[in-house]
């Protein structure tokens, strides 16, 4: 059984999770909690555009 993997559509839902973080980061400016879990969000983001996105780029 072979397993097909969609980079693309993976990459598209990373930047989605992306541009979700960073509203939510924009608009609880004044929400403490909220910045600092968002700006955790986005490093765990970036990881996966590391481990992913790089590679939709290389095709």
Do not use: H, Y
Not at 10 to 17: F, P, Q, S, T, V
Request: charged share 25%; no cysteine; glycine share 4%.
């Amino acid at each position: 059984m072979t397993l097909q993997i969609d980079l693309n559509e993976i990459n598209a839902k990373i930047e989605l999770l992306k541009k979700t973080a960073q509203e939510l980061n924009r608009i609880g400016e004044d929400f403490p909690a909220l910045g600092r879990n968002t700006v955790r969000i986005l490093a765990s983001i970036k990881m996966l555009e590391i481990n992913v996105s790089d590679l939709v780029d290389l095709q």
